[in-house]
């Protein structure tokens, strides 16, 4: 009786094996190169259309991240669609944005589509994800050592920053809110004002406002030379004005002269004819 218990419960997990290397393959092959999805604990999370402040968060939040990794080729930032491969917990995620370093990032190439878990993983709750954000995903991410974890609530326009201890756990660094400077503990010199996510007057000025005060310095530099230039030309013009003005003094003169000599002359000869 007992052999045939044992034997049950044996199909049992091999129908279930069978079951969920099914539906990965589906995930995979059909499912995750089409739509935002995920596959967790065995099952296909499709994710749910997102509102457009957690889209506009998603946008602004990924060009800022994107050119900072970029200028400073500190690695690689993706954003929705990268899948990474949970082997501990055999869950897959696609986090919102994730940041890789360049140890990890130089080991991709063009076709790779799987990829290890990220340095940096980034959330943006919605209601409909939110348990597994801070639940599933939390306790996951740690558990494979992703270094830094940001939850996002764009509702409240907030950001929870989580550093990875010595024991695998995760550690409240500071909960961000507006009108503060966000610093990123894996993404070496980035600075982020919170405001910069979520209005686009911030992010204008986070984004163009070194880069125009820079024009504005180089427009100013540009001017000023050219009114020095006008200012020589001006100069020099001045200068060639009293040079004819002093040639024409001296042909006055020249010409006093002249006359002087001449009256010299005449009287002269009036003298030698009285004599």
């Not at 506009?56 to 690695?75: C, Q, R």
């Not at 020249?254 to 004599?275: A, C, G, N, V």
């Amino acid at each position: 009786m007992d052999k045939i218990l044992e034997s049950t419960q044996n199909k049992i997990i091999e129908l279930e094996e069978t079951r969920r290397q099914q539906k990965y393959s589906i995930f995979l092959n059909e499912i995750a190169e089409q739509t935002k999805s995920e596959f967790i604990a065995g099952e296909v999370i499709i994710h749910s259309p997102a509102s457009l402040i957690h889209i506009d968060a998603n946008i602004s939040l990924t060009t800022m991240l994107k050119l900072h990794v970029e200028k400073y080729k500190l690695g690689w930032l993706a954003s929705e669609k990268a899948l990474v491969k949970m082997k501990k917990s055999d869950n897959d995620f696609e986090p919102d944005i994730c940041f890789f370093s360049k140890e990890k990032s130089n080991t991709f190439n063009s076709k790779t589509c799987q990829f290890p878990p990220p340095d940096l993983a980034i959330e943006i709750v919605s209601k409909s994800s939110k348990k597994r954000d801070r639940e599933i995903k939390f306790r996951d991410y740690a558990r494979h050592n992703v270094a830094e974890y940001w939850i996002i609530e764009p509702n409240n326009r907030e950001i929870e920053q989580y550093y990875l201890e010595k024991q695998g756990k995760y550690i409240l660094a500071k909960k961000w809110h507006e009108a503060e400077i966000i610093t990123s503990i894996e993404i070496k010199n980035l600075k982020i004002p919170i405001d910069a996510i979520f209005f686009y007057d911030a992010l204008d000025e986070y984004l163009f406002g070194e880069y125009r005060k820079n024009i504005k310095d180089i427009e100013n530099k540009i001017i000023k030379e050219q009114i020095s230039s006008k200012e020589k030309d001006l100069r020099l013009q001045e200068k060639d004005v009293k040079l004819k003005e002093n040639e024409l003094k001296l042909k006055e003169n020249d010409l006093k002269l002249k006359e002087k000599d001449y009256i010299i002359k005449q009287l002269k000869k009036q003298l030698k004819s009285k004599l």
